[in-house]
């Protein structure tokens, strides 16, 4: 049995509220707050980025798996905020946490979907018999325009996952990728922000990258939606998950656990693997997960887990999803956010 | 030209590795050649608590070029549950509400950057438990 044998998420404590944002730019907050369904975003401490959060991540999932870091064969970060254009964010993380130095690493990019990609990589070295242990994490600090949409959405934030085959509390029971070129959403290098391509961004990208990696995947695994307790999809905003998960045949209560958007936003390559990992704070054994992520570009990776009866060991070892959502937040003005996210033009 | 001093300081700064007397026990942080107890010089690395109570602490209002968007921010002593004392900035917190004796845990943060395209220094810091 192959699959994930500690998990952990880290929220920053700083956020704003989406009417804040609109206001700055005379936009109706009840507009936004309705059309696009988010109410306030995680924003990272002047002093966090993608290697912090990955850390912190990263620590939660060690004292779940509760093993040696030096086991850990594969380092993955998948991210579009990696703080060096040239330098591996993994290789500050190796250190932070005694993992190597005899270990593979690697940062991944993929828009949204760069946590899935360094997840499913682990999980296949793992499987192979390669290495015993190797650890995925998808973190961001996102980058959104002043003004554009995607200030109300782009947030902080990640999930990393430590697979292997020993005490698996969540099984990875089928994979399936589903990848084509769709310009939906881009960044060219030595931007600062990404562009995207407007309503382009829904139905020839975001749900046709979801619905065929789901539908080969339900099709593969000869599983129905309704034999899921539980299902999450990359959360661009808090409608699209909504949405595809209606087309798929998911209920409302399936993925409400998973549906962390309009009150963290989106952590782009953390988003999915941040709500599957509020999924298995609360999941109980043998429950079925349902993930699909996807990344602008694009494309998308879907996994089906299931939750083993060692779940209920590691669950409270280390801090909840939905305690850093709802507790211990700061809220921000816009230009405390500004400064925070260096929109402030200033003398070197 | 801090890079070979940051370098150097990665055990401490990112896995709080100190050094105990094979001989006394008595724990150095930062390690050091010589126990400053018992003078011997065999040593084996430990790694501290990430856990502490805060001694005293002071707000630094007017920073240091580097620290200068970040002000008002709290520095405080750290006693850690090993009974080790770290300094250390303290994060996440408007430091009107730190109080002695308040819980903290030492969580992995970027401390400094060199200049706008030298390396970015990472180590710890302190944020309410």
């Not at chain 1, 999924?279 to 054994?285: E, G, Q, R, S, Y």
Request: aromatic share 10%.
């Amino acid at each position: 049995m192959v699959g994930i044998v500690g998990y952990g998420a880290y929220l920053p404590k700083y956020r704003i509220k989406a009417e804040v944002i609109a206001q700055q730019w005379g936009a109706d907050p009840a507009a936004i707050t309705r059309g696009l369904q988010l109410f306030e975003k995680t924003v990272p401490g002047q002093d966090e980025d993608t290697i912090t959060i990955s850390v912190a991540a990263a620590r939660s999932a060690l004292k779940r798996a509760r093993i040696n870091p030096k086991d850990i064969g594969a380092v993955y970060i998948g991210s579009e905020s990696h703080p060096y254009a040239v330098k591996p964010s993994g290789t500050i993380l190796i250190d932070a946490l005694g993992i190597g130095p005899h270990v593979h690493v690697a940062s991944y990019e993929f828009a949204c979907k760069a946590g899935s990609e360094a997840m499913y990589v682990a999980y296949s070295h793992v499987k192979s018999g390669e290495m015993k242990y190797a650890l995925g994490i998808g973190a961001d600090t996102s980058q959104g325009a002043p003004g554009d949409a995607l200030e109300y959405s782009a947030s902080a934030g990640g999930a990393a996952f430590i697979m292997g085959s020993e005490r698996v509390v969540a099984e990875i029971l089928f994979t399936h990728s589903y990848t084509s070129d769709t310009p939906d959403f881009w960044r060219r290098e030595g931007e600062s922000y990404p562009r995207h391509g407007g309503r382009f961004t829904g139905d020839p990208a975001y749900f046709k990258h979801i619905m065929g990696a789901a539908q080969a995947l339900l099709e593969k695994s000869k599983m129905k939606p309704e034999d899921f307790a539980y299902a999450v999809f990359h959360m661009p905003n808090g409608k699209f998950p909504q949405e595809v998960g209606k087309r798929l045949g998911f209920t409302k209560q399936q993925l409400e656990v998973g549906w962390v958007v309009p009150w963290m936003g989106n952590t782009y390559s953390g988003s999915s693997p941040t709500g599957l990992a509020g999924i298995l704070d609360v999941a109980k054994p043998n429950d079925l997960i349902f993930m699909v992520s996807f990344g602008s570009g694009a494309g998308s990776d879907g996994f089906v887990y299931r939750v083993t009866d060692e779940i209920t060991n590691v669950q409270d070892r280390a801090p909840k999803l939905r305690e850093m959502l709802d507790t211990n937040k700061i809220h921000l003005n816009y230009g405390e956010y500004a400064k925070f996210r260096r929109k402030i033009k200033l003398n070197d | 030209m801090i890079t070979a001093r940051y370098h150097r300081e990665i055990p401490q700064r990112y896995r709080l590795e100190a050094a105990k007397c094979s001989s006394c026990g008595h724990v150095s942080f930062p390690p050091r050649l010589v126990c400053p107890q018992c003078k011997a010089r065999k040593f084996e690395a430990v790694n501290l608590s990430d856990e502490g109570t805060i001694v005293t602490f002071t707000v630094v209002r007017v920073a240091s070029d580097k620290f200068s968007k970040e002000t008002p921010f709290g520095v405080g002593i750290v006693e850690l549950n090993d009974g080790v004392r770290v300094t250390a900035q303290i994060a996440d917190v408007h430091p009107d509400e730190l109080k002695v004796g308040q819980k903290v845990k030492l969580v992995f943060r970027r401390v400094q950057e060199d200049g706008k395209a030298g390396i970015l220094c990472y180590g710890y810091k302190a944020v309410l438990a």
